[in-house]
């Protein structure tokens, strides 16, 4: 399981774009202060830090969204923290091969993009997703293949996202840089 410590170290390394995402970046830290037992699992009830990737194809010009089973809608691959990741970018690359069944994915050293967003986990209890994203590459010709999580699993063009994506389009645009 990712250690908040751990968690905290890749956070405090990481150098945020914008005055929101700075926020976000030092709210999520006082959140792991807060609770340093059990912020990076999904039993945290006030709140758990989860990891997701923005997949992108090897061109970079289309992305790789799941049609999720239990929101309904379109999202970015990725969720809970689990025993065996060394840290959230571990566990946002193993959430991105097993829900895109693609194999040779890469990562981005650092995170993306922060966002906080009220949920209902697999618990049944109302809580907030604190998502730590990366960016993750696909290696040419990689075929993606649905998992149990997803009702359907499919490459997007950057410029042609489906509706109600959040800020999908916010991290597309960040990945320039």
Not at 5 to 25: F, N
Not at 49 to 72: E, K, M
Not at 138 to 158: F, K, M, N, Q, Y
């Amino acid at each position: 399981m990712v250690a908040t410590a751990v968690a905290a170290a890749e956070l405090t390394a990481w150098q945020p774009g914008d005055e929101g995402q700075r926020a976000l970046k030092y709210a999520f830290l006082a959140f792991l202060d807060a609770r340093p037992d059990d912020a990076c699992t999904r039993e945290c009830v006030p709140g758990h830090l989860t990891a997701s990737a923005l997949v992108l194809d090897a061109a970079g010009g289309r992305t790789l969204l799941t049609l999720h089973r239990r929101f309904h809608r379109w999202v970015q691959l990725g969720g809970h923290c689990e025993p065996g990741d060394a840290n959230l970018r571990a566990a946002a690359l193993r959430e991105a091969t097993e829900e895109s069944g693609i194999e040779g994915l890469t990562i981005s050293a650092e995170p993306l993009h922060l966002d906080v967003h009220p949920v209902t986990c697999s618990l049944g209890v109302p809580t907030r997703h604190l998502d730590v994203r990366y960016l993750v590459r696909a290696p040419v010709g990689a075929r993606a293949r649905i998992s149990e999580e997803s009702v359907d699993l499919r490459w997007w063009p950057i410029d042609a996202l489906p509706g109600d994506t959040g800020t999908l389009a916010t991290m597309i645009a960040r990945r320039h840089g």
